[in-house]
Every structure is written in C-alpha cells, then in structure tokens.
C-alpha cells in the first residue's frame, strides 16, 4: 500500500498527464461549433411583463419573533448570546482557527476529465479554462459515491447552490470587509431519507494572500418560541440564490426559496453559540436568523406533472423563486430572480418555459410590514434547466446581457447562455462546468462567478469565467 504523501504525488503526476492531453482551447482561438441542447436550440427572450408582471408580487412579511433576537440565551444558561457584525466575523475567519477551514486555489484536481480516470473535476475541455476557481476541503467537497434516495431521488448531505460577495454592495460603500473581498456561498443539507432538514452560509476570503481560501460556515436558523423565551431551529430552506446586499445604513441577506419569496436576515444579527455543540443548530458555533420574508401567495411554484412526465415545471399563475442575483451595472440597481424548469417526456427531453423577472432594489429594500412590490420587467428565459442568471453591462453599451447556467446532470458539462431581449439574433452559448448553479457578477475583475453542487473533491468547486465574458448576441 502506498504511503498517503506517495498517492497524492501519483495522483498529482496522473492530473498533469491527463491536461497535458486534454489541452483548454487556446482564449485566442476562433469558437467552436457546439452540438445544441438535447431540448432542441435555445429560444430568444421575450419580453412578457405585460402579461406576467402581475404574477410576480412579493409581500414584506416580518418574523414576529425578530425583535426578540437580543433576548436568545445560551443554551442551558441564563448567558444573553453574543451579537457579530460580519466585519467581527471576517476577522475572526483571517485569524484562522480550529473552525476555519481552506479552499485550495486552483486545484488541479477540478481540471480532470471524465471516465476512464477515476474522479473527474467539474471544469475540462472543451470548455474553456476558467480564470480562477477554488476546491473547498475534501468534507465540504462530500462523497463522490453518494447516491440518490428516497422517492423524489434526492442527495443527502450539504449540496453547494448560490453564491453572492462583497461586491454586491451599493455605490460609495467599500466592496471589502474588514479589508477582504469575501465570496458569500448558500447550502442547504438533506437527511440520510433525502428530506430537507437545513441551510448554511460560507464566508470565504479571496484575499489578500495570506488568508486567500480560508472560509467558515455559519448556520441559517428560523426562530421559535415567544417573546419573552425566544429560541430557533435549523431553517429549512433550498436555499437556491443569496444576495448580500450592503449600503451606507443596512447590510442585509436574501436567499431565494422556491416556493416562499425571498428569505430577509440582518447580517448585523449573527451570533455566537460558544461551542458547537448547540442541539439547536448543530454542528454550528455561529448561526444567522431569519427575521422576514418577501413572501408568494398562491402555495407551492410546481404544478402536478401529467402521466409520462417527469421534472418540475412552474405554474403559470404562481413564480418560483430558484435563484437571485444582483445588477450593479444599471444607474439604480436591480434586483434579479428566476425559475427553474425542467421536463422530459417519455423520458425524452422536452422544451420547459420558464421565466426571469427583474425588481427595484429600492423596493425590496423597504421593509415596511404589508408592502406588496411587483416586478419592474418579466422575461422569459432561453434555455431549459436554468440554475442560475446574472445580468450585466460589461461593454458599455446601450443594454445589459444576460448569463444563464444551465445544468446538465452529474457528469456532463453544462451550458452558459447569453441574450438580450427581443433581439433578432439567436442566443449565444459555450460549455460550462458539471453541475452549474448560481451566478455572481465581480465587477472590478469583470469575472463572472458561480458554483458547482455534485460531491467530489474537484467536482464541487466556484469558478469565475475570464474576461472578456461571452459575447452577447
């Protein structure tokens, strides 16, 4: 048997054999025909705000628990918890720790292709090599082997879905914390049946150099209880978007829930257990609670499939809310949101509409008990198995592109889409990583980010796209 250190430098060799085999198209190279999507070829946005911006309400619902917060007590103790700013809680992550774990900065892991090697990464030609991208630590990264369970064939364990940062932040306001550019990560865990049992947060530090890669979790927790003798739980959540969204007076957090809105936290509330070993969160020294919701009216977003399908089609009347980013490239930023939608019929791919809606940050911003907001724009989006969208003006010119991801199953490269509305010319698309997700726009680096949700070290990685992004139509 060979020595730990000994398999890791054959491993290591065997990788840079495989690159040196599988080169990355060349940034300069003219690009490649791409085979189109096995739902047939993308179909062009199209502007529908007149018809569905009506669908596309959201109330601000405060918990009624959230001015309790100050109250929380250790547990088993009369001791009030402690309350973190995430300047604190950044801080104590640069000073590492036992909790503090270390993303690996370009690993090479994440560059291997598919069968025959034994692991594949989630980011190999023909796509073209990303500029950075990090592996979280082989307990994050979870079990390649892990199957499916339970009747709707979920993974059990922490399954990687959004990503946000701190650059989603309003003009004037620094795009550090405590003096790092900080990647804001969401998760949510299943139980060994494949049942939703919780959610988490990941704070990782992309510099400055000595502390690039460490991160930290916090958990998502939903407060119980009463006024007078508060307490929480684990939040169960998909956790699907996050937008940390910071500005001269507010520093806040939304993450999307398909079948809820937009799940409200103060960033300024996070607190401190002192231990891990809290049956309330466990696992977790520190947790966030939820303090309000930009909540749907209308139940569940997935309407009942027919005999001979399968997949999750939203209903016309009610949106899903599968993932959230920010623009920051419009004169008053705008909040991005969207569905998922996926349908085979006979087992065979099919065509799944699905829409992106566009809001006023102003307005999701004001946290006024029973304000109702709409939607400002309601697209349709063009491609099926959208995972996540970001919009941007990397140009300069007169109108913003749109990036979609859009996912392919566990061992297939995905897809990202660009287009813009109501244009003539079709969309344009190149491959993207395994198991694509949400989608964060840097802009000072003009990267465009995401993150990647099957197991395996290598496999669950984030990536940010070099620039120039691609072309829009």
């Known amino acids: 048997m060979l020595k730990t250190s000994s398999l890791w430098r054959s491993l290591a060799a065997l990788t840079a054999a495989i690159l040196v085999l599988v080169p990355f198209p060349s940034q300069a190279a003219p690009p490649q025909p791409i085979p189109p999507p096995p739902a047939g070829p993308p179909h062009p946005m199209t502007d529908i705000t007149a018809s569905d911006a009506q669908y596309f309400r959201l109330t601000w619902r405060p918990d009624s628990l959230a001015g309790s917060i100050g109250n929380l007590k250790r547990f088993h103790s009369t ?30 892991q994440a560059l291997v292709p598919p069968p025959p090697q034994v692991t594949e990464g989630a980011i190999f030609p023909p796509m073209r090599k990303p500029a950075d991208w990090y592996c979280l630590d082989h307990t994050d990264s979870g079990d390649p082997n892990v199957q499916p369970v ?26 550090t914390v405590a003096g790092h550019k900080v990647f804001l ?41 009463s006024t007078t003798n508060p307490s929480f739980r684990p939040l169960r959540t998909h956790a699907d978007g996050v937008v940390w969204y910071r500005d001269a007076t507010t520093d806040r957090l939304y993450v999307a829930d398909p079948d809820r809105g937009l799940l409200a936290f103060d960033m300024n509330k996070i607190l401190d257990l002192g231990m891990t070993v809290d049956p309330r969160a466990p696992g977790f020294r520190y947790v966030l609670p939820e303090v309000g919701l930009w909540g749907t009216r209308g139940g569940p977003c997935n309407r009942t499939l027919t005999a001979g399908e399968t997949g999750f089609v939203p209903r016309p009347h009610v949106p899903c809310y599968n993932y959230a980013s920010l623009d920051t490239s419009v004169t008053s930023y705008q909040f991005v949101t969207g569905e998922y939608c996926r349908l085979r019929i006979h087992d065979q791919p099919s065509w799944c509409p699905s829409r992106l809606a566009r809001w006023r940050i102003s307005d999701i911003q004001n946290w006024t008990p029973n304000t109702t907001i709409e939607a400002v724009q309601v697209f349709t989006q063009p491609a099926t198995s959208v995972q996540g969208a970001a919009s941007y003006n990397f140009s300069g010119g007169p109108s913003v592109c749109y990036y979609f991801n859009s996912s392919r199953g566990r061992n297939n490269l995905g897809w990202l889409f660009t287009d813009r509305p109501d244009i003539t010319a079709p969309p344009n698309y190149e491959h993207g ?19 990647t949700e099957w197991p395996g070290y290598g496999k669950r990685i984030l990536y940010g796209i070099a620039p120039p992004p691609p072309l829009c139509p």
Do not use: M
């Open 150 to 175: 339970g009747p709707d064939r979920h993974l059990p364990g922490w399954s990687l879905q959004g990503i946000s940062g701190s650059e989603d932040t309003a003009t004037g306001v620094p795009r």
């Open 433 to 451: 990583g395994v198991g694509l997700q949400d989608l964060y726009v840097e802009s000072e680096e003009h990267q465009l980010w995401t993150v």
């Open 79 to 108: 001791t009030p918890l402690t309350t973190l700013t995430p300047q604190q809680l950044v801080t104590t992550i640069a000073a590492g720790g036992p909790l503090v774990r270390h993303a690996t900065q370009q690993c090479p």
């Open 185 to 225: 990560l969401s998760w949510y865990h299943n139980n060994a049946a494949g049942h939703n049992d919780g959610s988490r947060l990941t704070f990782l530090l992309q510099d400055p150099k000595n502390t690039r890669g460490n991160y930290l979790h916090v958990g998502l927790v939903q407060l119980s209880g």
